[in-house]
């Protein structure tokens, strides 16, 4: 089982419609949560990040967490074409280790 | 430009070659990380520093790579006798220390091809 697994997509989404990303990860110890928006050549931009149960939101962008059910969602709405990227989920497993695991990204396509 | 900054941004070198790259954090971020990236995966942890002291090595950076950061500031990562697996892009990305300041924030990566 990896560490953090997310569809790999693609997925598509008309434009305007509302993306869901999802991920899950296999650390019940885990405290942190991290979504990262990667251009095709570019590097990871981070976008948002939760820590706690529920939803946190920023415009568009709205991440879930559920640790019971060691699940991480991240929700785009009114999607627009420059949202297509692939989505990399990470986990930080403690506030003692630092190190970041990576999902293998979800490919997300908006469709005008 | 306060981001992360990476030098060179590609690099191509014959398998066998020693390559060296750089990166500078964000100037107050006090840790630094490396990472490396395939086509189509996730980055992978390599290491962490927090000032000038390594405080994390993953299994995956064998004895052929090192990495240094003698002053906190700037760090180098080396690899030793390439070989054609560790073509890869080489991501560094900074943070500063701190319960909720911990987000990490990448450069533009080095990509290295070994022929």
């Known amino acids: 089982q990896k560490e953090v697994e997310q569809n790999s997509g693609p997925l598509s989404v008309p434009e305007g419609a509302i993306a869901s990303l999802n991920c899950t990860y296999s650390?019940?110890?885990?405290?942190?949560f991290f979504w990262y928006r990667q251009y095709s050549g570019k590097s990871p931009e981070l976008i948002m990040f939760?820590?706690?149960?529920g939803d946190k939101e920023d415009g568009r962008f709205t991440a879930q967490l559920n640790k019971a059910s060691q699940y991480v969602s991240l929700l785009i709405r009114d999607s627009q074409p420059s949202d297509s990227a692939t989505y990399l989920c990470?986990?930080?497993?403690?506030?003692?280790?630092?190190?970041?695991?990576f999902g293998t990204g979800t490919r997300l396509t908006i469709i005008p | 430009d306060t981001g992360v900054s990476q030098n060179p941004r590609h690099k191509i070198t014959k398998r066998g070659q020693n390559v060296t790259f750089r990166c500078d954090p964000i100037s107050e971020h006090n840790r630094l990380y490396w990472y490396r990236q395939t086509l189509g995966q996730g980055p992978e942890f390599l290491t962490y520093f927090q000032n000038e002291a390594q405080l994390e090595k993953s299994r995956l950076l064998s004895d052929r790579f090192s990495a240094e950061r003698p002053k906190g500031s700037f760090s180098t990562l080396e690899i030793q006798r390439t070989e054609q697996g560790d073509s890869a892009m080489y991501l560094c990305?900074?943070?500063?220390?701190?319960?909720?300041?911990?987000?990490?924030?990448f450069g533009p990566g080095t990509r290295l091809t070994v022929l």
């Open positions: 990470a986990v930080k497993s403690n506030f003692g280790n630092e190190k970041l695991t």
């Open positions: 939760i820590y706690s149960n």
């Open positions: 650390d019940r110890g885990s405290q942190s």
């Open positions: 990305a900074s943070s500063t220390q701190g319960v909720r300041l911990d987000e990490q924030f």
